[in-house]
């Protein structure tokens, strides 16, 4: 079965300083993505970040990228310059598709506080 | 703007009314899902429609009762339903192809008194 495990239920970062936020998964799939989500207060999902199973460079996007370790199961998140508007819930979460079986599974996520 | 739009963004019912809630993608995709988001529980997958057609049902209670008329139309309908059921309740669609994310609505939280 699918699990993704979010260890840090709270992070607390300055603002301007990098953060980075555990993600480790499990699954037999030889196929499958990566995501990050982020979850401000009012509630809706916006996607961050993906890493494929196959890809060799770690993914970037502005002022996130991901520190993907295939051999350990880990898919890490590092924000770069925080912003107190970075201050929300982080989702990692795995999508596969086998035959067709579709599956997801999200992390219970962590809550990011920047400070001034 | 997410592409995906949810209707009520707020819904307050008792036990033995019968509601439904709305979720619209202007986005193209061929997959549907509904999850539902308690609180200090992980986001549960609920149902998951492929061009129309229901492809998982993750042992959802009958009193949530999902309907896809169309790739871009998903509702899911309630009755009789429980105090623990309140919860925030997502909308996402997608293509179907593992690299690609979801796009989710901005939920309708579900209260039941």
């Known amino acids: 079965a699918q699990k993704i495990t979010q260890t840090q239920p709270g992070m607390f970062v300055q603002e301007k300083e990098a953060v980075t936020l555990d993600c480790t998964y499990d699954t037999s799939d030889q196929s499958y993505g990566l995501f990050w989500y982020k979850q401000p207060s009012s509630g809706e999902m916006i996607f961050l970040i993906y890493q494929g199973s196959y890809d060799e460079q770690n993914a970037t996007e502005g002022r996130y990228s991901l520190n993907f370790q295939k051999a350990r199961k880990s898919a890490n998140l590092v924000i770069s310059a925080s912003q107190l508007g970075d201050s929300a819930m982080y989702f990692c979460a795995m999508r596969a598709l086998q035959g067709g079986s579709e599956k997801l599974v999200f992390g219970k996520g962590t809550k990011l506080t920047v400070n001034p | 703007e997410t592409g995906v739009t949810q209707t009520p963004r707020h819904l307050v019912m008792g036990m033995t009314n019968k509601k439904s809630l709305k979720c619209e993608q202007h986005?193209?995709?061929?997959?549907m899902y509904w999850y539902k988001q308690s609180a200090k529980k992980p986001l549960e997958l609920m149902f998951v429609y492929n061009f129309k057609e229901q492809t998982e049902n993750n042992s959802v209670p009958s009193r949530f009762s999902p309907e896809c008329p169309n790739s871009s139309h998903l509702f899911l309908h309630l009755h009789t339903l429980q105090p623990e059921d309140s919860a925030l309740y997502l909308c996402?669609?997608?293509?179907?192809?593992?690299?690609?994310?979801?796009?989710f609505g901005d939920g309708t939280r579900l209260s039941i008194l």
């Open positions: 986005l193209g995709h061929n997959a």
């Open positions: 996402a669609s997608s293509p179907r192809v593992f690299n690609q994310p979801q796009h």
